[in-house]
């Protein structure tokens, strides 16, 4: 009789055990981008038969991130995120008790081991952010989208608990958000909060859909969605008696500088409106023009490289069905970007990542609309007083091109009451820099320019009625 050894018969009972048991809690690793480590964690829940997953990177301080679908068969760990653009996959190791896999984002492929357990994480608070306990009101809330059948959850900020008060709604820009517009270790929309309240301004910002706290699901909304989420925003508002209903307004950063105009534009209760580096051209026009500005490759014909960009567009764009345009637009991809990069030494399977990422991402429903969609058009309907920030160094949304889109929108439409400001030295994010491009916002400690802050808050109270 052949005797099996203790060491294997506990490694063959911890895959059985593994492969059977419940997977629920806390997993945490580090993987590298460059010199950069960034710290990941999936919390894990069982619910019934499936998983579900919600994604955390305390490096960027982002949260509440829930991929679409999660899976655990035969050891092997999927989280397939892309409603998020992500993706992670892993096998277990049982003899160390941890899953190894990848994760992807876009044409990025990091390796990332997760063990169970929390990571300790030290305080990243940036200087402008408040310190409880704040010197006004603060009230956890939740609101419907009856439409979409999905509850929002957000904070709700006023001077005061007694009084009745002008708010301003903030929407986040495209991406999924939380409620603080969370992006690489900052948290704008809650020093923006803290600042407007504490001038006599409440604030609502909430969570997007399927982030956060709140329901529904982001991958497959598009700006239309959004702005029927504000329309629910505003619709709560008006049944709380804090609320001065005369002096509801929006603020919108980024695309939710596009989606503030569709929102205002369905109802009668918006009383104001700030835009801050929003667009004032088709989603078509600045897509080509951060096809250029925020390219990570060099091109030798960029006369050629834009042509090809439009008729990438024109795929997308097209009516014909999701996988003619899925076919189509690899075909395409693969004539174009594939020479380029390859002429670059980037490795193949990179290659093929990066493509892929494309044009997953291309479909989706909020490209589709977004790529067909001109703000000019709902802006030019506005007939509500509108103030217009960007920064000079913004460089993703070119200042002079888009205000001037704004500004003719806004006179073609007879509009009597709008200010349009280019702060300078200031980037997408309203920081202070040096450079504008994306990869400084993370290395800068301030988190919005208090210049900017009181050009909002200043315009505002002018504008109450």
Same mark, same amino acid.
């Given at each position: 009789? *052949? ?16 492969? %059977? ?30 998983? %579900? ?21 035969? @050891? ?13 996959i892993a096998n277990f190791n049982s003899e160390l008790q941890e899953f190894e896999g990848t994760y992807k984002e876009g044409g990025i492929e990091m390796l990332l081991n997760l063990k169970k357990g929390a990571v300790k994480i030290a305080n990243q608070r940036k200087p402008q952010e408040p310190v409880k306990p704040y010197p006004y009101y603060e009230e956890e809330v939740m609101f419907k989208n009856n439409e979409a059948n999905i509850t929002l959850a957000g904070t709700l900020t006023l001077p005061n608990k007694n009084g009745i008060f002008p708010v301003a709604i903030l929407i986040s820009g495209s991406g999924p958000q939380d409620r603080d517009e969370t992006f690489m270790g900052h948290k704008p929309f809650l020093v923006l909060a803290d600042h407007l309240t504490k001038q006599g301004i409440g604030v609502l910002r909430f969570d997007d859909r399927g982030q956060g706290a709140s329901t529904g699901d982001f991958g497959s909304a598009t ?18 008696? !804090? ?5 509801? @307004?929006?603020?919108?950063?980024? !695309? ?33 023009? $951060?096809?250029?500005?925020?390219? $990570? ?20 764009? %097209? ?44 479909? *989706? ?22 103030? %217009? ?44 820099? !040096? ?31």
């Amino acid at each position: 009789m *052949k005797i099996i050894s203790t060491f294997i018969i506990v490694f063959i009972l911890s895959i059985v055990n593994l492969y %059977s048991q419940d997977i629920s809690g806390e997993w945490s690793g580090k993987a590298k981008r460059g010199d950069k480590e960034i710290t990941f964690v999936f919390n894990i829940k069982k619910e019934g038969a499936n998983y %579900s997953s919600v994604m955390n990177v305390p490096t960027f301080r982002i949260s509440g991130m829930k991929p679409s679908v999660t899976t655990f068969t035969n @050891g092997k760990l999927t989280i397939d995120g892309s409603n998020l653009g992500m993706s992670y996959i892993a096998n277990f190791n049982s003899e160390l008790q941890e899953f190894e896999g990848t994760y992807k984002e876009g044409g990025i492929e990091m390796l990332l081991n997760l063990k169970k357990g929390a990571v300790k994480i030290a305080n990243q608070r940036k200087p402008q952010e408040p310190v409880k306990p704040y010197p006004y009101y603060e009230e956890e809330v939740m609101f419907k989208n009856n439409e979409a059948n999905i509850t929002l959850a957000g904070t709700l900020t006023l001077p005061n608990k007694n009084g009745i008060f002008p708010v301003a709604i903030l929407i986040s820009g495209s991406g999924p958000q939380d409620r603080d517009e969370t992006f690489m270790g900052h948290k704008p929309f809650l020093v923006l909060a803290d600042h407007l309240t504490k001038q006599g301004i409440g604030v609502l910002r909430f969570d997007d859909r399927g982030q956060g706290a709140s329901t529904g699901d982001f991958g497959s909304a598009t700006t239309e969605d959004f702005s029927k989420d504000v329309l629910s925003a505003i619709a709560f508002l008006k049944t709380r008696k !804090e609320i001065d209903q005369k002096n509801i @307004g929006l603020i919108g950063h980024s !695309e939710g500088g596009i989606i503030a105009p569709l929102a205002a534009n369905n109802t009668n209760d918006v009383a104001f409106m700030v835009l801050l580096a929003s667009t004032g051209i088709s989603g078509t026009e600045l897509s080509v023009m $951060q096809s250029k500005t925020l390219r $990570q490759f060099p091109v030798k014909d960029e006369k050629a490289f834009e042509e090809n960009s439009r008729k990438a567009i024109a795929i997308v764009t %097209s009516d014909k069905s999701e996988e003619e345009i899925k076919t189509k637009l690899t075909a395409h991809y693969n004539n174009f970007l594939r020479p380029i990069l390859s002429n670059l030494n980037v490795p193949k399977e990179n290659i093929n990542a990066f493509i892929d990422s494309q044009v997953n991402t291309s479909i *989706k429903p909020w490209s589709r609309y977004f790529l067909q969609y001109n703000p000019a058009d709902e802006i030019e309907k506005l007939q509500i007083p509108v103030l %217009s920030l960007n920064g000079s160094k913004d460089t993703q949304v070119n200042a002079k091109i888009n205000q001037n889109g704004i500004r003719q929108a806004l006179t073609k439409g007879g509009n009597q009451d709008y200010k349009i400001v280019e702060l300078e030295n200031l980037n997408h994010f309203f920081q202070e820099c !040096e450079t504008g491009k994306m990869d400084e916002y993370r290395k800068i400690e301030q988190t919005f320019s208090p210049i900017a802050l009181k050009e909002i808050s200043n315009w505002i109270l002018e504008h109450i009625r």
